[in-house]
């Protein structure tokens, strides 16, 4: 069976709680967690993720600086991103989506719809 | 003899002629007739005869019964089958939606055990309310909201946290005043009936949660507003409201006990210090 990398970009801890307990459900994915951009960018230089889950809203560098520097990268060029979003930010959630974030989620965080959008992403059927 | 009497002569002729060629026309037409009777009743004889023979041959020839029986247990077992698509089809669906429920619970579960986990992760008094405050946006979906604490000596209610509201501009509360301080004294949930229809009135929230340990209300949670795209509260928020009712207040005071210790440790290390020196 194939295994995936998959990096948590998220300041909560009870949503980054939530998100790696939603994806510990999908058989065959490593689970890194990263506590805001800085972070989430030092572990996507240092190693190699098959999708990225990023909160927009988060101190010292937000996920649309994240989404942007990702995509500046030829490592990260083609690997899905999820945003995660409130339905109020909708302009961040475009502009997200405009420079290359793949799908999001919107709060309060359902955790079918985080495997939902895993599974999809990483093409895991069953 | 007369030419006239000739003509007349010739006509009584001919009109004997046709006379006779009608005549014949009418027995033929009686004989086609009669030919015709004949051959129905043979008909019907042959047929009578046929069916006769047919009905005594199927009765007589064990093969055609045999497979007439066989014929007859296809059918059945092919009813059967049907029945049991059918039945399968059925449980098919009834899968399906236990697998729905059952998601629907995990998911329930999950936001529950998240939350409690995280309210006792911390004794910093600070951090729980910062955990309080996350449950509330990132698992229930509130946009505007606050935290109220009930302080004993005044017996007054005041924001400690708040989101998307000037924490300056929220209204202290008495216990037993409006709806915020009866449901702080009654120790009641409240849940607007017309949340479509509601203005932001902060005496008068779409729900008001009071934080209790046992019976005991140390506070309340209050929410004006909940994100765009949620309309309604779905059951896992009742659950969520109910955990919070209990673990927050008792996180809450927790870590305002430890907070309260550390203090007076810290002073009797102070004076234990001073005394050895």
Redesign the interface.
């Known amino acids: 069976m194939s295994t995936y990398k998959v990096l948590v970009v998220e300041d909560s801890p009870t949503m980054r709680q939530l998100i790696i307990f939603a994806l510990k459900r999908i058989r065959g994915l490593t689970i890194v967690e990263a506590n805001d951009g800085v972070d989430g960018l030092k572990k996507l230089s240092s190693d190699k993720f098959d999708l990225i889950f990023t909160d927009i809203n988060m101190p010292i560098m937000d996920g649309l600086k994240l989404v942007s520097l990702a995509r500046n990268d030829p490592g990260y060029k083609t690997v899905p991103i999820v945003i995660i979003t409130t339905e109020g930010a909708s302009e961040d959630r475009e502009r997200a989506l405009a420079i290359g974030a793949n799908d999001y989620i919107t709060k309060p965080i359902q955790t079918v719809r985080i495997i939902e959008v895993a599974r999809k992403l990483l093409n895991i059927t069953g | 003899m007369s030419e006239r009497d000739e003509d007349k002569g010739l006509t009584v002729k001919r009109g004997e002629e046709f006379l006779q060629i009608f005549k014949k026309g009418a027995e033929f037409t009686q004989d086609l007739l009669k030919e015709n009777e004949r051959l129905r009743y043979q008909l019907l004889q042959i047929e009578e005869a046929a069916r006769l023979r047919q009905e005594q041959a199927g009765v007589d020839d064990p093969e055609l019964e045999r497979l007439r029986r066989r014929v007859e247990n296809l059918e059945q077992e092919k009813q059967e089958i049907l029945d049991r698509i059918r039945h399968v089809e059925e449980e098919n669906q009834d899968f399906a939606n236990r697998y729905v429920e059952i998601?629907?619970e995990?998911?329930m579960l999950?936001?529950l055990?998240?939350?409690s986990?995280?309210l006792h992760?911390t004794l910093d008094f600070r951090e729980v309310l910062q955990?309080i405050t996350?449950?509330v946006?990132?698992?229930?979906?509130a946009?505007e909201f606050a935290i109220m604490l009930l302080d004993e000596k005044t017996n007054r209610l005041t924001t400690m946290a708040s989101e998307g509201l000037d924490q300056e501009t929220l209204p202290t509360v008495e216990l037993g005043q409006g709806i915020i301080g009866q449901m702080a004294k009654t120790g009641e949930n409240y849940f607007i009936e017309d949340m479509e229809n509601y203005q932001r009135d902060f005496t008068h929230p779409i729900v008001c949660i009071p934080l209790k340990i046992k019976e005991h209300v140390i506070g309340v949670i209050v929410i004006y507003k909940l994100?765009?795209?949620?309309s309604r509260f779905a059951e896992v928020d009742y659950e969520l409201f109910t955990l919070l009712a209990g673990h927050a207040a008792t996180a809450i005071f927790s870590s305002k006990l430890y907070s309260e210790s550390e203090r007076k440790l810290s002073t009797i290390q102070g004076f234990l210090d001073l005394m050895t020196k």
């Not at chain 2, 994100?227 to 949620?230: P, S």
């Open positions: 998601e629907n995990n998911n999950a936001n055990y998240i939350a986990f995280q992760s955990v996350e449950i946006i990132n698992l229930i979906g946009e994100l765009e795209q949620k």
